[in-house]
Nanobody
Framework: QVQVVDSGGGLVQAGGSLRLSCVAS????????MGWYRQGPGKQRELVAG???????RYAESVKGRFAISRDNNKNTAYLQMNDLKLEDTAVYFC?????????WGQGTQVTVSS
């Protein structure tokens, strides 16, 4: 059983920064893709950033140039550095770890950006 724990959210003023962390424990096999998703009030969950095991990345257009995903394959961890945060970045952020075609999700961490 794979457990994913994400953390690092909080309240920040617009223009500020936060760093989210994610750790996956218990995988019997290597973790393939890791990613960050978010779900804002009244919105569907959307991909924010993803990274393959080999290091390829993809970002939502709205966060390009402001957010950066990184991961440590040896530690089964992923991070999301968020800079120049905007009000519209307010959401619950979820970490996802893919193992042999199955997605494992963290419990979510709240990010609130205030004016």
């Amino acid at each position: 059983q794979v457990q994913v724990v994400d953390s690092g959210g909080g309240l920040v003023q617009a223009g500020g920064s936060l760093r989210l962390s994610c750790v996956a424990s218990g995988p019997r096999f290597s973790i393939d893709g890791m990613g960050w998703y978010r779900q804002g009030p009244g919105k569907q969950r959307e991909l924010v950033a993803g990274m393959s095991r080999g290091g390829s990345t993809r970002y939502a257009e709205s966060v390009k140039g402001r957010f950066a995903i990184s991961r440590d394959n040896n530690k089964n961890t992923a991070y999301l550095q968020m800079n120049d945060l905007k009000l519209e970045d307010t959401a619950v952020y979820f970490c996802d770890a893919g193992v042999r075609g199955t997605d494992y999700w963290g419990q979510g961490t709240q990010v609130t950006v205030s004016s």
